[in-house]
């Protein structure tokens, strides 16, 4: 059985960096109540709105090492979601490359954002990792630390794209999304001792904000923090 989110759909962010494959995950938390909007058709929207945010947002600040391709996307809402794919909008079209003309770090280094929750017992907060980090944004004093200002930049371009990408319902076709991470609420019993069930069920916390941390990352090693 699929693992089932209600309300929410899963977003992927299709790119290479360095040819390397990078896949950058958002989830949405999507309600069509009070509208007049298909649920898959307002799924398929918001991968346009992920598509056309992250361009003008965030891929700005990433090296021209990374091209952008794609985003796809899964409905988490009920085994049957809808699943599907796009590479452009009427505002942009992918592939596309980063916009920072400074040397790039090697393709195994990315910058970890942490996805700030709403508290919630037993929650942990989510991730989202930005490839193509400019060799410029490391501070030469302290290896692998991102520099003051680079931090800075960052979170500017995390808030704007947060608060680009939540919508609000306004009108008959409008449908209110929220950025959210989800959390397993119950697992298929276990098949060897050890090793947890697949997940079954789940629910979708909403994030407050996205916060830049200041030590970099690898595409290897993705479990600090």
């Not at 280094?109 to 929750?117: D, P, Q, S, T």
């Not at 991470?181 to 298929?188: F, M, S, Y």
Request: proline letters at 6%.
């Amino acid at each position: 059985m699929p693992f089932v989110v209600p309300s929410v759909a899963q977003y992927t962010i299709h790119g290479l960096q360095a040819n390397r494959q990078i896949a950058t995950i958002i989830c949405m938390h999507i309600d069509t109540t009070g509208t007049i909007q298909q649920r898959s058709d307002a799924v398929a929207a918001m991968a346009g709105i992920v598509l056309n945010q992250w361009d003008q947002d965030l891929l700005p600040t990433i090296c021209g090492t990374y091209t952008a391709n794609s985003v796809s996307w899964v409905d988490l809402n009920s085994a049957t979601g809808s699943v599907g794919s796009r590479s452009s909008t009427s505002t942009h079209t992918w592939p596309k490359n980063g916009g920072n003309t400074i040397a790039a770090s090697p393709g195994n280094v990315c910058a970890l954002v942490h996805k700030n929750l709403t508290s919630t017992r037993g929650s942990r907060r989510g991730r989202l990792y930005m490839p193509g980090v400019a060799e410029s944004f490391t501070d030469p004093g302290v290896p692998n630390q991102l520099t003051t200002s680079a931090v800075t930049a960052y979170n500017t371009a995390l808030t704007s794209f947060l608060g680009n990408l939540n919508q609000t319902a306004q009108g008959p076709f409008n449908f209110d999304a929220r950025m959210a991470v989800p959390h397993i609420l119950t697992r298929e019993a276990p098949t060897k001792p050890g090793v947890p069930g697949k997940p079954l069920t789940g629910e979708g916390i909403l994030v407050t904000g996205l916060t830049m941390d200041g030590t970099l990352a690898t595409q290897r090693r993705r479990l600090r923090g």
